[in-house]
């Protein structure tokens, strides 16, 4: 687990103020970190899909 985390240290989640409101978009998630994500599950993958 150490290292998962250690490899989600370069994930940020930039909020940027548009005429809708606010909105998230999810810096640095290349195909690995994607792989990840499935592989631990729709709960995970939900907090950074809503963000993308």
Known sequence: ???IYQLFEGVHI????TDQGVAE???NLNAV???ILSLMG???Q????DAA
């Open 14 to 17: 930039l909020y940027k103020t």
């Open 1 to 3: 687990m150490r290292w």
């Open 33 to 35: 970190r994607i792989t």
């Open 42 to 44: 729709p709960v995970y």
């Open 25 to 27: 978009m999810v810096l």
């Open 46 to 49: 939900k907090i950074y899909e």
